[in-house]
């Protein structure tokens, strides 16, 4: 597994490639929290690249999700795979996270509730 973050403006992205699993999740988790060591609390995580996601990834998310919320930040996924969404809507988690099909629907999302 791959873990790469840009910045893009306030934001960070969050990219993440290959296999999440319980060999390879510490690397998220670790990635995610350095950028809120970093303050960087505003973030999303691109997982168009992630090929397998077990529980163990779905914690990290989970946890990221609620360290995030509780410094105030927001964390919003990008799902464009239908494996990934898939396993998102089996284990009832789709509508526990925002989620989007692309980065830059993710970028230009402000939060608002239309």
Known sequence: ?????????????????GEVD?????????????LLDRERTDLVVDLGGVTFMDSTGLGVLVGSLKKVR??????????????????????ALLPVFTVHGTVEEALTDDGSVA
Do not use: N, P
Not at 28 to 33: F, G, M, Q
């Open 22 to 34: 319980v060999s390879t999740a510490d690397a998220l988790r670790e990635c995610v929290i350095d």
């Open 70 to 91: 509780l410094l105030g930040g927001r964390l919003q996924l990008v799902i464009s795979t239908e494996r990934v969404e898939q396993l998102f809507r089996i284990t």
């Open 1 to 17: 597994m791959r873990v790469t973050s840009r910045d893009v403006g306030g934001r960070t992205v969050v990219e993440v490639d």
